[in-house]
């Protein structure tokens, strides 16, 4: 069974860094495509950044490009998410998310296995 936990939100002043963690049980994450999303209250959920089954394609939201960077620790079953400069249009409910199927792309409506989600508040 597929499982998957984040961790790492929480309440950051704007410019500060948060890194969430996406934690995989039941699969191994390595060979798949798996992505951050996120959703702010009265928005719908977007892509925020994907990372391709083999690697070599990794995509980012134009709103988080140089900020934010996604990494795969295959040895820890795990995918990382650094986020720096925060700002408050950051703050979301933000979910990693894999398939088993897809190679590639960041459209919410790709993925099938969901974590439950993560806080993540920018204010000061």
């Known amino acids: 069974q597929v499982q998957l936990v984040e961790s790492g939100g929480g309440l950051v002043q704007p410019g500060g860094s948060l890194r969430l963690s996406c934690a995989a049980s039941g699969f191994t994450l390595n060979g798949h495509a798996i992505g951050w999303f996120r959703q702010a209250p009265g928005k719908e959920r977007e892509g925020v950044s994907c990372?391709?089954?083999?690697?070599?394609?990794?995509y980012y939201a134009d709103s988080v490009k140089g900020r934010f960077t996604i990494s795969r620790d295959n040895a820890k079953n795990t995918v990382d998410l650094q986020m720096n400069n925060l700002k408050p249009e950051d703050t979301a409910v933000y979910y990693c998310?894999?398939?088993?199927?897809?190679?590639?792309?960041?459209?919410?409506?790709?993925?099938?296995?969901w974590g439950q989600g993560t806080q993540v508040t920018v204010s000061s």
């Open positions: 990372i391709s089954s083999s690697d070599d394609v990794t």
């Open positions: 998310a894999t398939d088993l199927f897809i190679s590639t792309g960041c459209h919410p409506a790709y993925y099938d296995y």
